[in-house]
């Protein structure tokens, strides 16, 4: 079928915000890219200028070097169990909060969302002198407790799920009490197999999130076995500089922001999924 004046015109729209949203994604990308390259080159490469831009054959050394002398693989282990014991921490609270902000009815619960949603315009960085305190009072400091424990609640994930469960219909309840399910049974019986989007949204929220933490495992943590990948890269980045391995500095970075880069292509489609269905009406 040949392209009339009109098709055309409606087509050229669509190619622009192609070529743009390209553009975007190419100049978001490219510090990712940069570094990936670098990674790969030895000290004369990395420093030349005008800057090389092609692969450089320091690939294995730079990135088996990153790997046996920094400490990467038990520096990972605690950030991977600290972010998947967050995570999980934070949904179980997160489904709670949503479901007895739907389905049950207490005073002041208007009150009570309201504060919860207040919290979201108070980030860590503002209670952390208090938070540090409260720690040092229970004797967790440089303890796996002080980085899991103070954030398993979700202001977030109270909201995701309380606007969730509002869009699924009502007679699901009062169907399942019909049939004697009582409130846990009804929740993990229809609401979780209905909300594994939402899920896998705010899991991908939350593990990134976690796993790029540095302020606050740098105040609490002072065993370097103990430390989160992404406060201990500081170390290595220095030690790397100082000798002159720019490239194993680089290529730390890039296996340490492995994990997470898996973390978002499994669900990124939970992710998109989850957010569609939060805003439905």
Known sequence: ????????????????????????????????????IKS??????????PPNLMFGDQTLQNYAAAWTTSNLVRLMTNTILVAVAVT????????????????????????????????LMMPTDILIVALYRMMGQLQWI??????????????????????????????????AQIDGAGPFRYLWSVLVPLSWNVIGALGMI?????????LWPLLVINDNQKQLVQVALKGITIG????????VALAAAVIASIPPLIVFLVLQESFLRGFALTHEK
Request: one cysteine or more.
């Open 88 to 119: 999980l921490g934070k949904t179980v609270t997160s489904l709670l909060a949503g479901t007895a902000f739907v389905y049950f009815r207490f005073p002041l619960r208007g009150f009570l969302f309201i504060f919860v949603l207040l919290t």
């Open 240 to 247: 790397a500089v100082d000798e002159g391995n720019w490239g």
């Open 142 to 175: 440089n303890t796996a407790q002080a980085l899991v424990v103070p954030f398993l609640a979700s202001a977030t994930g109270t909201l995701l799920f309380r606007q969730h469960f509002s869009n699924i219909p009502a007679e699901l309840a009062d169907a």
């Open 40 to 49: 790969t080159q030895n000290l004369g490469q990395i420093m030349a200028y």
């Open 1 to 36: 079928m040949p392209e009339t004046p009109m098709t055309t015109s409606k087509s050229r729209p669509k190619v622009l915000s192609h070529v743009i949203l390209i553009v975007i994604c190419l100049i978001v990308g490219f510090p990712m890219l940069f570094s990936i």
């Open 206 to 214: 939350q593990f990134i999130g976690v796993w790029n933490q540095y």
